[in-house]
């Protein structure tokens, strides 16, 4: 294949444990992401064992498909790390000791009151004539070769080191070395809608579309609508394009449709909560902790986030959040009455504009004949008010607990809309 | 390739959506465990777009290295769906309509007051010959191939269907054409040990193993051992070598080597507290809901997690767990006393035998000069006394968040495991 006919970009991922289920990848979808400011594509990946010949052949193989190889993983100092041989053999290069590598090595361990073993010795070997990618954050640097019109780059796995080599050090030679604009992308977020429904609504808005290409990307809560432009795609059209879907999920969707951007509901929310000076709280049973680790996975939530209760006993209820022990037994914890009490609850004790609250059988055990797995009851509560919604989710505990704690963020987010408009 | 130098099996996942990095793979992990009953290993995987062409050549060449070839994503009923178009391309079959499916596919809209839209027509197109592969719990059924002696098993993106039909229909016919005894492995859970350091204590044991392989699989919080069985493996020989690691980690790590098994340190402690008869309770701050969710993630945790409070914002430190605001004023918010007082707060509240608390600051906001990003302290309360820490946590938000929470569940499970020693 000569160099003209070679696509984009393709990635390597590196190691047993992602064959054998032990552990998930953590890298790919990084560098999808992170390629689009260089305008570069990622068109084929793959997962192979920590085996020396095999590690080899792929690399040959593929450096002659694509002009960007990214090998991720391997590079540790066990003796299942062995990337580097293999890499090596592929390029038909020889490894030599670097040590500068090694000094630097030896300083990071010194730093940490340790000495490197001959194990870490490992990491100071390149292929001859490669150039060293440092990490600053661990003791595994990667490595950039350019061969036969192909970039190879090899990057350790830990994702922190990866995620920062590549930022600092990778992305700025592929930049240069592609030469291309930033790679544009529009996404839209929905709440609470199926992925067929959304295609009936929308079909004839989205086959109209010219620059780009339409993925629909169901998650556990809702459909995200991401549009990928394409490669001849002409700017102007593409605005208009982008404007006139926004406007179609306005109109079908109202409150449903929750962003034109990446943002995740829970920021959404905190965005509109900043806006009006005002504060949540949440009270939660079933989703246990869920709601809290939503507002609080962003840096700057304490604006806006005063506190959550995770009252999974009925106890917990009474005496963290003043459930009426009268009520947890005339009605069960898994009620209207008790979720209304949670929301009042957890409001006036945070002091909080508004009160969230949660509670159902998350399942799989805890079903009863009158209230099946994933019957949930969710509430927002205001000064003076509260609004309750009882709903039956599907799927195991984990994404009935998911579907509540964002139902429940998607309620008070309904709520902000209508009172803005 | 002849039928005898195949490799076991290889997998493809279909979408766009993996390469662009909207969306991270969620079948590679899964199918990698669900097949060890069967004693069948994926030697390779393979991500592609949604491109009728490149998944043809990609099957075609693929069922030529692997008995088994499982392909996922792509058979949802929106354009982009298009892996039984390629699937069929690469067997050489036309796509036929089945009546049968499709009236299930009316069906199950019909249950959900709704009817399927055109579009959903093509979820009942299979390549001539196939053998459907039913789906229960979405309109999206797989289907099942076998050609030249390759199995090729095509199944649908949602995670919750995919792994109904995989142990529902696919396990059963893999188990039957491969006839394989199940894949042993042993699982060794560390923390708060790295992987240089365990290697360093553990090398020589570890060398000698000849029944496994080992793979060293570091976390965001510990290192995971994992020995895999070779395919010559002595199974009387295995179970020693696995009982001499065993004592070798609980010679050396002591309790922060926590379990010999996959459980998850939360429920490990979990177990401790139900022989006990005991409970605990949480106060997070920097953790935000993180130490609660790894509590209640799994079914049962009711009878010994009574309740966590998020407490981010410093009135809610006082209002819902009782730290006096002087203690604030004087300490500040990250410091062992607050943490202190969170811990013994939170215990007395919610009743509870253990009182848990972090606090600190998680980044990448919130720093001052004598309080660094990543500093953060961890209590555990019980009647008559407390256990304080200081730990400086390096990463990202997200890591220093599961750093922190795995940090304080492992503070009870030390005490745990202290007292019954």
């Not at 959404?268 to 939660?284: N, W, Y």
Request: with cysteine; glycine share 10%.
């Amino acid at each position: 294949m000569n160099q003209d006919e070679r696509h984009d970009a393709e990635v390597i991922l590196v190691g047993n444990e992602l064959l054998g289920g032990e552990r998930g990848d953590r890298h790919l979808a990084f560098l999808g992401r992170a390629l689009r400011p260089a305008g570069v594509r990622i068109v084929r990946a793959h997962t192979v064992g920590d085996h020396v010949g095999a590690i080899a052949d792929l690399v040959r193989e593929r450096m002659r498909a694509a002009r960007l190889l990214i090998v991720t993983g391997g590079l540790g100092p066990t003796d299942d790390d062995i990337t580097r041989d293999g890499v090596a053999q592929a390029l038909g290069a020889s490894l030599e000791f670097d040590e500068p590598t090694w000094s630097r090595i030896v300083e990071f361990f010194a730093a940490r009151g340790r000495t490197p073993s001959d194990a870490n010795r490992r990491q100071a070997m390149f292929p001859r004539g490669a150039e060293i990618v440092g990490n600053a954050l661990g003791t595994a640097p990667g490595f950039h070769v350019q061969q036969d019109g192909a970039h190879i780059f090899v990057l350790p796995g830990p994702p922190g080191e990866l995620q920062a080599m590549f930022n600092d050090l990778v992305l700025p030679r592929v930049t240069a070395a592609f030469q291309r604009p930033a790679l544009r992308m529009e996404h839209f977020r929905t709440i609470g809608v199926g992925e067929s429904q959304l295609v009936e609504m929308l079909g004839n808005t989205v086959a109209d579309l010219d620059g780009f290409t339409v993925s629909w990307l169901p998650n556990i809560f809702g459909v995200d609508i991401v549009l990928t432009q394409k490669a001849d795609a002409n700017v102007a059209a593409m605005d208009q394009e982008a404007t006139r879907l926004h406007e179609r999920l306005m109109e079908q969707l109202g409150s449903r449709y929750y962003t034109h951007s990446e943002t995740p509901l829970a920021r959404v929310v905190g965005d509109q909560l900043v806006a009006r000076a005002q504060t949540v709280a949440a009270a939660e049973s079933l989703t246990g902790g869920t709601v809290a680790r939503l507002f609080t996975e962003h840096s700057g939530s304490s604006a806006y986030f005063l506190a959550s209760t995770v009252a999974y006993a009925n106890e917990a209820k009474v005496d963290l959040l003043g459930v009426r022990a009268d009520t947890i037994e005339q009605f069960g914890a898994v009620s209207e009455e008790v979720c209304t009490e949670m929301a009042h609850g957890i409001r006036r004790r945070a002091k909080a504009s508004w009160g969230l609250a949660t509670t159902g059988i998350a399942g799989p055990t805890g079903a009863t004949p009158h209230k099946p797995i994933g019957l949930t009851f969710i509430a927002v509560a205001w000064e003076g008010g509260v609004q309750v919604k009882r709903l039956i989710y599907t799927g195991d505990r984990h994404t009935i607990r998911e579907r509540a704690a964002h139902g429940v963020i998607w309620l008070l987010h309904d709520r902000l809309t209508r009172e803005s408009a």
